[in-house]
Every structure is written in C-alpha cells, then in structure tokens.
C-alpha cells in the first residue's frame, strides 16, 4: 500500500505517494489507438443502436496473466488461520476452489521480516546470518491451503522489510542469500514460486536484480520470474529501456495503483519492452462497497494499459479493526471466535472474470473496447484448436440499458453463451454472481444481450458456480469473557491464538527463572517472548515492539499479566485501544489511541492516554511503592488496567498505584508493548469482566 490512511467506504481511495503518477497523465494517447472502435448498428428505430462486437479467434492481443490477491502487507491475513476449521474452509474455498468462488490464479505474499508493513509485522524465517526456520508465521500454511484447492494457483513472494542483520542494508547479497533460504523454505513445503519481486515501495537498485537473476540462475530457480520493481509510477520502465542489463534480469514490469477514477496509465516505454506488465498491488477496495471501482479497473487495466495481470490488495479483511484499512478486501474475516464471516460484491466481481478464464489465454484487442453507453469489454481465448471463450462487460460508467449483439467468428463455437452477472452496488446477495438464462444465437449467430448500468455481466463457453449458499456464517457476536491464555498449550516459537503483532515478533518460549520473581509469578511453562532483538529495516513506522489481542468492543474489563523486563527499558499494558494513528508525533510515528500502563527497570509508572489528536497525555505517573517487590531487570511484575465507565485504575503486583478518571476511551481491545527491541517475556495475560475483578491479582 502507499498509504495508511484508512479509505472511506464505495469511494475511490488513490494512495498518498502520488507523485509518480503524473507519467501517467502524458500518456494517454498511446494506448488509445491500440482499440479498434467496434461496429454500430443503427436500428432506424429512434432507440439506441445495437453495438456490434465481433469476436474472432484469429484476433491478436496479450497472453493473460492472471487475477489475484495478496497476503501481506503486514498481518492482513492474521484473524484467518484461528478461524474453526470448518468456517476457515468455506473461506478458503471461496477465495481459491476453482468455478467456486472469487477463484484467485495468483497469489501473492509478504516475505516477513518482523517489523511493520503497513497493517502488522509478520515473522522472518531468518533472524540471524545462519538461523533458518522454515515454519513461522501462517503465509506458509495459506500457500498450501490455496494449492489444495487449486494446484495450478501462482505464488509471488515480495518483501516489505528486512531483518536488521543485513551487512550492506536491503540492497546487498545478504538479501538475495536471504531470498534463496526463502525459496528454500517453499520447496520444504512443496511449493514453486513464480514471481520474486524486491523492495514494496521503496525504490530499486538496478544492479541487485541482476544479483537476484544471477542467483536464481546458480541456485536452480531459473523459472522463478523477477519484478520490478513493485512502486508506483512507470520510470521503472523508462530504466530499463535505458539500462539493458536491468533489462535482461526482470521479467515482469509491476508497478501499484495504475489507475484513477476513469483511466488506467501506462507508457511507451514500458509498452515498447516486450514484458508482461502488472498491477501488481492494486485494488483497494471495500468488500461491501468496492465492486463498482474494482470492475471498472480489472477491464480498464488492459483496454488503457495493455496490463494483464491484476493482484488485489489485500486478500481478505482478516485484522482487526483497530488496525488502518479497515474493510478493504475480497471478503471480511476477522471475528475468529464467533466463526463469522462476511462475503460482498467485491468477491463476485474477480468471479466474474476469475471463474471463467486461464493464465496462458489471450486477449483478442479487436474484441476488448469501450461501450458506447459507459463502461468497458474484455475478451479472452483459451489455446487450442477449438478455442473456449469469454467477455467480462462493466457498465459503471453507464447511465441507461444499452444493447451488445458479440458474433464469434474463426474457430470459436457459435453455440449458446452462460450468462453471469453481478449488481455492483447492492447488498443483497440474490444480486451476485446470477446464472442468467443462456444466451443463443440468433440471425448472423449473433447473441444479443442487453446490459444495465452498473453491473458486471459475463458472457461465456466456460462452466461456473457459486459454490454453497452465502448464508452459512455463525452470526457475529462480541468475544466473551473472562478470556485467559497462559501461553503454556503451545508448541515453542508460534504466536498464540488471536494475538496480532504490529512490531516486531511476539512467540511462545520457554519462561526464564527470575532470580527475585514474585510469588506465583513466571519460572515455569512456557511465556511470550519478544524475539526480535535488533530493529529490522523497517516499511513503516512503528517505533518498538507491540502486539494487539480480543475484542474492539469490550467495554468495562481489567486486563492483566506478567512481565519481566530483560536488560532494560520499559513494558506496556493496554486497554481500550481504539484505532491505529498514523504519522503521530515529532518521529510521524504510526502509534494506536487507548491507554497504556508502562512499566520500567528503574521502578518507575506511568498511566498514558495516546489521544485522537496523536499527541499523549500523562494521566499518572510516580516511583513503586514500597509494597512492591524490588524493580530491576529480570524481575517478574502483574500489572493491571481497570475500566468502570470513566474509572480507570492502575495496579502493580496487587498495590494499586492509580485511580483517576477519564472519557477519551469507553470501548476497545488490549495489547502488549516494549519501549525497545529485546527478549522481555510477558505471561498470563487475561481479561475479566469488571465485575469480577479481584485487585489485578
């Protein structure tokens, strides 16, 4: 993504970093002249003229790419895989089964590096020089799901960040040897990627991707195609024309957010390289409310840009929603404790083109153009000698039916056509993804249909379904309490169930032994550690550690746990928290609104409201009380936060230290955080109804 402002429901939401679109703007011309307008046939009847669109397999066009979606951008896929199983499959099915769902052909995920990327931090596979774990993080298990349902799906691995013990920064050998150990790792899990690409929006360095083909090559990854260069803009394209050996090394031109309200851009230089161009993170939209943005853009892509592949950001709405973004995706799956899910228009809109072609078909130009009466077409041919077929119409421009007569022609079947449609801008799910009657030719084995404004109609050869009924999601429901986790069910190096990390890497280790621990505190079992102790190259700017767990919704509750400090510095409790902030603060840090208990070596509290304005206000603060266990490094402390309505209070190894009040805040989850980046442990973190509470002990 290229902002982290949170997009407003059904509006077209261009990302901040803008200043390279303007390449596009010159740029329109060039494509125009590559559609052929189509035939118009007058009716003499005063009404408006049937367009003819003649459709003939020995059109020339683009070989298509595919329609996809990312996992990434930091934790955007977090919620999903603590989903009951049975829910999680339906989701997954409507994501990848073919001829079920949105169908996806390309998935593409973050190769994590522990460090923010936008809507979390998702682990690296290599902490150090020689460590390689092959297991972390879910991206692993979402690959598999996705070729169990669909074996010939693509994927595409890019990094956002990196760790922090590269010798050289992001652009040296010690990354592409990390992105080895990373191909390394998919071919442990028998998986083959297909597209690498390098640094999401931050750049390129044309003498590392020659590195990154070179080691391709050597390592016997020659297949695995590059990209370049994942940013905005087209000078990516205008470097390679210019620069041959950045030429021969990419494979793919992908570039992000290509298109505004109405057009798509491209350029000639990037027209004129022969490549297969990409918008390789576009979309944005909201599950509900995105469909009309999202079908005008998939057909615009190749009827303006000549692009043919298109990747969506992001897959699904699996965080929570006090993380930016809220509502962007193919689906919403972010309430893991109820089993409720959500799907939308948006999801049957990449159906409409998904379900119905290929990677490895062509588009026929002479049969891909503008409508008369608002909107776009697209046309496709599989291979073959007895070639399968299917135009995609969107009439989001429209204003008024209007009336297509499609005549194949050459080696295409003239038979009946299956007819698919979707309304985009209704909630009613009797409105997406309809099988209408099929259309059969008439005089001149033409099928005549009429379209209505706003909507995406399909025309095929090809079979389809809507899998099973919508309807089959548990009904939402806020996260009961008490809630409880001890961390002592899991397997070492995991992140436990519903936590979600926004900096850095919270995971399951055994407890370290404090040497002055509280009575009953830590020593035993297995605690959360922070496992990333030198800050990693960072996207985004989230200052140290801290991790995000429950329900948006809770109200009046005390949440507590155990800390130890390790080295030193500072640990955080929090509560109430209510939404991300970004560019917060003299460092424009990206810093969530709530309250914040902290906790420091020297023995010192602080009770903290980080407010809407993005500044922060110290509600209470002072030295522990003598009651309190000595302070220091690798010593065990239970902090608490309480909320009654406007009263907050503050507790420390069962003293309270702070009662105040205060109305910024009446709802939201909790968290963990660390003021730096070192190997502190936190252990039984719970939440209890308020009426419940016995002194945070």
Known sequence: MLSTRTPSPGRWRRPACRSLWAVGALLIACVAALVTPPARADTGSGTPPVQSIGVDSRGTGRVFDGIG???????????????????????????????????????????????????????????TPTGVNCDRG?????????????????????????????????????????????????????????????????????????????????????????VAADNAGWQVATDMKNDQAFARAVDVVGIHYPCSEIHCSSSPDALGLDKPLFASESGWNNYLTGAPRLAAEMNHEYVDSRITGFINWPMAYAWYPTVQMQGSGLLRANEPWSGHYELGPTLWTIAQTAQFTRPGWRYIDSASGYLDGGGTYVTLQSPGKRPAYT????????????????????????????RWSTTLRSTDPADWFVRGADV???????????????????????????????????????????????????????????????????????????????????????????????????WSRVPSPLTLAGDSQWTDYTVSAKVMIRRSGTASLLGRVVNQLNSAGPDHDNVWEGYYLKLSDAGTWSLEAVMPDKTTRILAHGDLPSA??????????????????????????????????????????????????????????????????????
């Not at 033409?446 to 548990?474: C, E, F, I, R």
């Not at 065990?636 to 003293?655: M, N, P, Y």
Request: proline residues 6%; glycine residues 14%.
């Open 69 to 127: 979606a990312i996992s990434g951008g930091g934790g955007t896929s977090r919620l999903l895989v603590d989903y009951p199983k049975r829910q999680r499959d339906q989701i997954l099915d409507y994501l990848f089964k073919p001829g079920y769902g949105a169908s996806l052909q390309i998935l593409k995920v973050e190769i994590g590096s522990d460090t923010n990327s936008s809507n979390g931090a998702e682990p690296s596979h290599m902490r």
């Open 138 to 226: 879910y991206e692993w298990w979402l690959m598999e799901q996705a070729q169990r349902r669909n074996p010939r799906i693509q994927f595409y691995g890019l990094e956002w960040g990196a760790p922090g013990w590269f010798d050289g920064g992001f652009w040296s050998t010690d990354n592409v040897n990390y992105l080895m150990q990373w191909l390394g790792c998919a071919k442990k899990h028998h998986l083959d990627v297909n597209y690498l690409g390098g640094w999401n929006e931050k750049g390129w360095d044309a003498a590392w991707y020659g590195k990154l083909k070179a080691a391709l090559v050597k390592n016997g990854y020659a297949d695995v195609k590059v």
């Open 391 to 418: 135009t995609v119409f969107e009439t989001t421009a429209a204003t008024a039916p209007q009336t297509v007569a499609v005549t194949p022609a050459g080696h295409l079947p003239g038979g009946a056509l299956h």
């Open 440 to 538: 059969h030719p008439g005089a001149r084995g033409s099928h005549t249909v009429t379209l209505q404004p706003g909507t995406v109609t399909t025309l095929t050869t090809m079979p389809g379904g809507k899998g099973a009924a919508v309807q089959t999601s548990p009904p939402s429901r806020t996260m009961a309490l008490p809630y409880r986790d001890t961390f002592d069910g899991y397997r070492d190096g995991v992140t436990p169930r519903y936590l979600s990390d926004m900096e850095g890497a919270f995971e399951t280790a055994p407890c370290s032994a404090a040497p002055e621990a509280a009575p009953g505190s830590g020593g035993t079992g297995r605690c959360l550690r922070q496992a990333v102790t030198t800050q990693p190259i960072k």
């Open 628 to 697: 309190v266990p000595s302070a220091g490094t690798d010593t065990w402390h239970r902090f608490a936060l309480g909320f009654s309505g406007e009263r907050i209070t503050a507790t420390v190894d069962g003293t309270q230290v702070a009662e105040v009040t205060d109305t910024t805040y009446d709802h939201g989850q909790v968290g963990l955080g660390l003021g730096s980046y070192g190997s502190s442990q936190f252990d039984d973190l719970a939440v209890a109804p308020e009426a419940s509470r016995q002194g945070g002990s």
